[in-house]
């Protein structure tokens, strides 16, 4: 093979201050590039231990079984919705923002007898809400949202795992904004499923999305009677893969395990306390400037996730044009609103590498500077 | 965030001689280490175009629909299956290897009314034998295996897409191992639906699956009245991101398309017709010495996969000692067969930078000194 003169391609630099995919630190680009192996290779699964036991950490669980798909975090949840929901059963779904609404579809899609609890975007769900819901649904199954990307909102996980127990239902918990970022404890919440992504709070490239299922949530899967419907997503077959005997499945995305692996090596060190004290100071010290501006925050304090916070577009300001002009002014990416929130709101991370102070400020200034003409 | 003193991965090196993931050359490994973009960042979309345009040189198409899929290989089997084939409808196979089983094993999952050929492991199918099969079962598409990674056998894809018009059944051609390697040349032949991936062909980290639509089979798409079973792979809403309006689906993983855009950067360099013929003669030089060695290859001249050859275990060799023994002596890995031809045969790629003949000596001579002890 010739030797090559083909350049290589010169990314802008970006500062990712949106809802992510977040900042990634040197080393996890570094340990991202090293050769790979075949995706059977022994040292292929020390790779996978290690990562499955850091995982646990994060999650806060002793869950035997933690295991990544090959797909980011909307495989994560698909994998969830169609191993844990069998055609007909009834799925209860707490819905108040843009990812509640795609569990609640994806559901449809699995042929799940969907049934709703709607709330106005940006509010969360209290366990006296839920009880109600459940104890006139009683579903197989009750899905929600820790922390809803799209409006910024925080939901407390037992006020949805209490009542679910009472009637018996099965808990599914979408972490894809949540994990690495703020205290998940999924063994303490009672949570039966649980899965999220690599791009936020553990601040990896996208890719991966790890799943993590309850010892009893286990003993469903084992006794489901029809095969899952997707063949790619199957638990039970990328269990006989990553675990135990390695039969063949498909053939892992290696460097993004690899980058994983560092990802949470870095998590490991800095020490999960430390991580997310550091998370509250930083969005303090973004609110603080923020409402210091005279802006308003979207999600009423108590309420907010800690480094996902949605700011309100003030009037007069146009949020696109804001937005554009970050980019091209200071290389800086933030998110608008969905669906009933465009235009509405700043969607704005401050998570991994970039979730400092300092940081904060940059932001803020930056977001100020870009608000009016 | 504190400066990091944690240690970075340290993988051993391998010569990946098996039939994927395969080497990866340093430019890729350098691409895909650069910083990321968002997922909506106008120079993400500027990347996806480029890869789409590359990719229909390598496919040998004029598609308009050329898009890549956010999982490997297998996820786009899955995507070609779940969108193309609706609960009910008639899904002919073409089954003679372990990848035209999963094609058979998927769509029963998605419901389909699945019809087999079934022949041996190892041979493929003529045009009279396809003829009749279909003229029998007159199904709504039907699925086959370019290169079939499993027994080394390549089919003529115009056997299959002749008859199939004949019947009026859509056509869905797995390239997994093709893409890359080999001429495919989708519009010559009048395949509908192709799916491929990135780890054997075209040389990069696994983690992503091209996919492409002939014009008629996107009208079939457009006209789908159900929706696609999988959110995550559903096409139509994949066009929505990748095509026009860059509506959000997933947050794709960007690093992994730098990867792809640098290695297809590599091919176009190199030119396609010098690619294929550095592929064949590796490829002679090792089916010579082979035989010269008294050893047998598994598959008739004139129906090998170029660059994926299978060899006969020799009488009183032990193929997974063998393997072992290449792994731990030279750092080299092959793999074994499959199902009914587990133990029977070696497989092993000469793919991408290791296609040389060279490589195809250095390998013959390796695994030759790790057959008898």
């Known amino acids: 093979m010739p030797v090559s003169t083909v350049s290589s391609l010169n990314p802008p630099r970006r500062l990712l201050f949106g809802p992510g995919p977040s900042q990634v630190a040197p080393q996890v680009y570094e340990a991202m590039g090293k050769s790979i192996v075949g995706h059977l290779d022994p040292f292929f699964f020390e790779v996978v231990e290690d990562i499955r036991r850091d995982l646990r950490t994060v999650f806060g ?115 894809v904004t949540s994990l690495g970022a703020i205290p998940i404890n999924l063994d303490a919440h009672g949570v039966d499923v649980a899965f999220s992504c690599t791009q936020k709070g553990l601040s990896c490239p996208p890719g991966l999305s790890p799943v993590t299922v309850s010892p009893a949530a286990v003993e469903i899967l084992r006794a489901r009677k029809t095969a899952c419907p997707i063949w790619y997503m199957d638990l ?54 923020i409402e210091a501006a005279n802006l308003k925050m979207f999600v009423p304090a108590g309420s907010r996730i800690t480094h996902l916070n949605t700011v309100c577009v003030p009037e007069g300001a146009d949020e696109l044009k804001a937005r554009k002009r970050l980019i091209a002014e200071h290389g800086i990416e933030i998110a608008g609103g969905f669906g009933p929130l465009a235009g509405k709101i700043f969607r704005i991370g401050l998570m991994g590498p970039l979730a400092t102070e300092d940081n904060a400020a940059l932001l803020v200034d930056a977001l100020i500077s870009c608000l009016h003409n």
């Not at 449809?108 to 049934?115: F, L, Q």
């Not at 006989?240 to 690899?258: K, L, N, Q, V, W």
């Not at 994983?260 to 509250?280: K, M, P, S, T």
Request: aromatic share 8%.
């Open 61 to 175: 669980t002793k869950n035997p079984f933690i295991h990544v798909i090959s797909g980011t975090g909307s495989a994560g949840m698909e994998t969830a919705l169609s191993n844990f929901v069998e055609p007909g059963q009834k799925l209860a779904v707490l819905v108040s923002g843009y990812f509640s609404e795609r569990i609640a579809e994806m559901g449809h899609r699995h042929g799940a007898s969907v049934v709703r609890l709607d709330k106005p975007w940006g509010q969360n769900f209290s366990e006296a809400e839920v009880a109600a819901f459940l104890d006139k649904e009683k579903p197989h199954a009750v899905a929600f949202v820790h922390a809803e990307t799209s409006t910024g909102v925080l939901q407390d996980p037992s006020a949805v795992t209490r009542p679910a127990k009472a009637v018996g239902a099965i808990t599914i918990m979408d972490c």
């Open 236 to 289: 039970k077959l990328l269990l006989e893969y990553y675990d135990g005997a390695h039969r063949y499945h498909h053939t892992a995305p290696i460097s993004a395990f690899y980058a994983l692996h560092q990802g949470l090596a870095l998590v490991n060190e800095e020490g999960l306390e430390a991580r997310f004290a550091r998370h509250v100071k930083a969005a303090a010290e973004f609110v603080r400037r």
